[in-house]
């Protein structure tokens, strides 16, 4: 795993840096993880209403 200060030394911009520490910290607000935190919506791809919304 790539620490997060590894990530913040990258020489990318600073808003691809935050997408990669919400990846690999798991803080992306997928659908998934809204209703796990008691958000109502629906959990399937809004394209195709197929599987599971995740990372």
């Known amino acids: 795993m790539v ?7 990258l ?3 600073a808003k691809v ?5 919400r990846v690999c910290h798991g803080c992306l ?3 998934f993880r ?3 935190k008691g958000v109502q919506c629906p959990i399937s ?3 195709c209403d ?3 919304e995740n990372t």
């Open 34 to 36: 809204l209703q796990t």
């Open 45 to 47: 791809y809004v394209l």
């Open 29 to 31: 607000p997928t659908r």
């Open 3 to 9: 620490t997060s200060l590894a990530i913040w030394n």
């Open 11 to 13: 020489p990318i911009h």
């Open 17 to 21: 840096k935050s997408f990669v520490w």
């Open 50 to 52: 197929n599987n599971i």
